[in-house]
């Protein structure tokens, strides 16, 4: 009988579910109030407030170059740090670092075009040589300030990188992309930062004709056959974790992409799939964490990638959830404080060419994500119940919150139930469906009483 009782507790272990990650942090990106100095305080500020001490640098080799339009060389230190004029990535940095803020630091093209092939632009086939005594002057001036290290941003896209694919439309960019990575760890070497946490890929969600799809991409990077073995000659890269942009559609996180080559949030299966035959291939580490780097929401007023100011921090809210129960994914993002400005003329569908994720108007009017994002709270309905997941951002310890609700979208908010948060701030819970209710979460911090946005159940 004890025999029997070991083998069905053994069934039981083998058959349950991964363990949520119970370490996932978030970490912001505002480039157009962070680089700025006359809104970089407030903007740090209200990051700060909101429970988030991590940011996402990009840093543009072509910003800080000298010369950095012409085609011939200039004549100068490429490693050395005075050559070159760091301008507001300095000064940030420099205030991260009094606030106590962690930086992951993302190093990426456009280059200068003297660092190019054929010296017509500044994306084509970047010299690894030249990126690595760049990445040199780069280590020896941000060692002491940045926390960690990643390779590009979304390398397999072509304004980040050309080309992307051959006359005959095969895939060229992972294999520049390998030298670049490559010269970006010696340059480290050679400025002797001590055990740089370095990350692989920061790749974007989806492949098209001009882009390459992330698993297509980072095969390649990896030197993996398309039985994802380990080609001959090529050697383990070394690399602490990989990035990537699960960026999904208006239809929300459980948008599944045709593409099996790409992967948005509702899918990250996919590339932590690959993740685990890269490591067994000797390609990589084995059992590396997954950051999400960059992610957001896209929202009215945009008429083609926006949702409703509601939908935004409902679907936001279900993709960090997503995120946590992904036992991989050690850190989500939110890109943009404040929206991109839209065009003031032309068409109404061709006036948001940049990204409406933030949680502020461009204007800097908050919309309901602000909130949601300081606490948040997702829920799921199944049959006749809901599962409750909510983070209390701004939380430093394990603390107790309230799930508040309201019925038909309108009336006073009532108490539903207490939660108590794990040291993080996450908690989960259930209730009982009710056709019509809202839910939302209150706390009390050390600057009073909170709440966060409505939110409806999602299925």
């Keep these: 009988m004890r025999t029997l009782v070991l083998a069905l507790l053994a069934l039981l272990v083998l058959a349950a579910p991964a363990t949520a990650s119970r370490s996932q942090t978030t970490s912001f990106e505002a480039p157009r109030d962070l680089l700025d100095a006359g809104s970089r305080p407030a903007a740090l500020d209200e990051i700060q407030s909101l429970g988030v001490d991590e940011l996402r640098v990009v840093l543009l080799w072509r910003n800080v170059a000298p010369s950095a339009l012409a085609s011939r060389k200039p004549d100068f230190d490429t490693t050395d740090p005075a050559s070159y004029s760091w301008g507001q990535y300095d000064a940030l940095l420099t205030d991260a670092r009094a606030r106590g803020m962690k930086v992951l630091l993302t190093v990426s093209g456009p280059v200068p075009r003297w660092a190019t092939e054929d010296k017509k632009d500044n994306l084509t086939r970047p010299d690894p040589g030249e990126f690595a005594q760049f990445m040199t002057a780069v280590g020896r001036h941000f060692a002491g300030r940045v926390s960690s290290w990643s390779v590009w941003n979304e390398p397999n896209q072509p304004q980040f990188l050309l080309p992307q694919y051959d006359s005959k439309k095969r895939p060229v960019s992972p294999r520049i992309y390998r ?26 969600p989806r492949g098209t004709g001009k882009v390459v799809a992330p698993l297509t991409f980072l095969r390649g990077a990896l030197c993996l056959t398309a039985k994802d073995k380990l080609q001959k000659g090529c050697g383990k890269l070394d690399t602490q974790g990989i990035a990537h942009h699960a960026y999904t559609t208006r239809e929300g996180p459980r948008f599944v992409p045709s593409g099996p080559n790409d992967v948005t949030i509702g899918v990250l299966r996919r590339l932590t799939k690959l993740m685990d035959r890269a490591g067994r291939a000797g390609a990589v580490p084995r059992n590396l964490p997954l950051h999400l780097t960059e992610f957001g929401i896209q929202s009215a007023p945009d008429p083609i990638f926006g949702v409703s100011l509601q939908r935004q921090e409902e ?19 939110q890109y943009l404080l404040r929206d991109d400005d839209a065009r003031t003329s032309g068409p109404r569908s061709s006036r948001y060419p940049g990204f409406e994720s933030g949680l502020r108007t461009a204007a800097g009017k908050a919309k309901p994500a602000l909130d949601g994002f300081r606490l948040a709270l997702s829920a799921r309905r199944s049959g006749s119940s809901v599962s409750l997941w909510g983070l209390v951002r701004p939380a ?51 600057s009073g009483e909170l709440a966060g946005s409505a939110i409806r159940p999602l299925r």
């Design 396 to 446: 430093t310890a394990a603390t107790t919150a309230r799930v508040q609700y309201r019925s038909s979208g309108k009336g006073a908010w009532r108490a539903l139930k207490g939660v108590t948060t794990n040291r993080l701030g996450f908690f989960t819970t259930k209730t009982s469906f009710r056709s019509g209710r809202q839910y939302r979460l209150a706390w009390t911090g050390p």
């Design 179 to 204: 030298a670049l990575y490559k010269a970006a760890l010696k340059g480290l070497k050679a400025a002797k930062v001590s055990d740089p946490e370095v990350l692989l890929g920061e790749t974007s």
């Design 315 to 333: 679907y936001r809210a279900l993709s960090e959830r997503i995120a946590y129960d992904n036992p991989r994914v050690k850190t989500f993002s």
